[in-house]
Nanobody, 123 residues
Framework: QVQLVESGGGLVQPGGSLRLSCAASGRTISSDVMGWFRQAPGKEREFVAAISGSGSRTASADFLKDRFTISRDNAKNTVYLQMNSLKPEDTAVYYC????????????????WGQGTQVTVSS
């Protein structure tokens, strides 16, 4: 049974940075596409970024304008999301997810999920 545990969320001021981590256990994720999604109160879950198993390919949402960077360390079975220049509208619960198929921006394509970590951007 694969388990994903996100960490690194918290309260940060506008313009600040956070680094989210997603540690996997119960499965080696090096062959899986890994993605980050987020869900703000009253809104649907939306795609943030994804990375291929080898880390050679990434995809990110257009609205991010290169503020966020996804990466992975397969030796540690961990995926990261570096978030810079944070804005109040980035406030959401951030979820890590794994996809055993091809890279997708659709949440329905992902096979397993973490419980999420809260990110709040406020002064």
């Amino acid at each position: 049974q694969v388990q994903l545990v996100e960490s690194g969320g918290g309260l940060v001021q506008p313009g600040g940075s956070l680094r989210l981590s997603c540690a996997a256990s119960g499965r080696t994720i090096s062959s899986d596409v890994m993605g980050w999604f987020r869900q703000a109160p009253g809104k649907e879950r939306e795609f943030v970024a994804a990375i291929s198993g080898s880390g050679s390919r990434t995809a990110s949402a257009d609205f991010l304008k290169d503020r966020f960077t996804i990466s992975r360390d397969n030796a540690k079975n961990t995926v990261y999301l570096q978030m810079n220049s944070l804005k109040p509208e980035d406030t959401a619960v951030y979820y890590c997810a794994g996809d055993t198929g091809s890279m997708s921006v659709s949440a329905s394509s992902y096979d397993y999920w973490g419980q999420g970590t809260q990110v709040t951007v406020s002064s």
